[in-house]
């Protein structure tokens, strides 16, 4: 049974900067794409990053180019989201998702076969 567990949320000032975990674990994930997607009140669920657990290969949502890092590291079956300089317009819950590579598009959270709980992100200005 696959597991995903984030963890890392919280509330930080503009400007600022955390790091979420999301813990996999219930099979191989070599084959596996895995992403994290947002959700504000109010708003549709987000494309934020993915990578791709075999080569470390990374994708990244227009709003977060150049301010989040994607990252997995192989032996703790851990993906982390690194997010700089925040900005109000980040607050979300943010969800890791699991989806086998090639399964479609990777920015389309219905291609994803499985999600988080989520953790909550508060940017405050």
């Known amino acids: 049974q696959v597991q995903l567990v984030e963890s890392g949320g919280g509330l930080v000032q503009a400007g600022g900067s955390l790091r979420l975990s999301c813990a996999a674990s219930g099979r191989t994930f070599s084959s596996y794409t895995m992403g994290w997607f947002r959700q504000a009140p109010g708003k549709e669920r987000e494309f934020v990053a993915a990578i791709r657990w075999s080569d470390g290969f990374t994708y990244y949502g227009d709003s977060v180019k150049g301010r989040f890092t994607i990252s997995r590291d192989n032996a703790k079956n851990t993906v982390y989201l690194q997010m700089n300089s925040l900005k109000p317009e980040d607050t979300a819950v943010y969800y890791c998702?699991?989806?086998?590579?090639?399964?479609?598009?990777?920015?389309?959270?219905?291609?994803?076969?499985?999600w988080g709980q989520g953790t909550q992100v508060t940017v405050s200005s």
């Open positions: 998702a699991g989806k086998i590579t090639g399964s479609g598009w990777y920015s389309s959270s219905r291609r994803y076969d499985y």
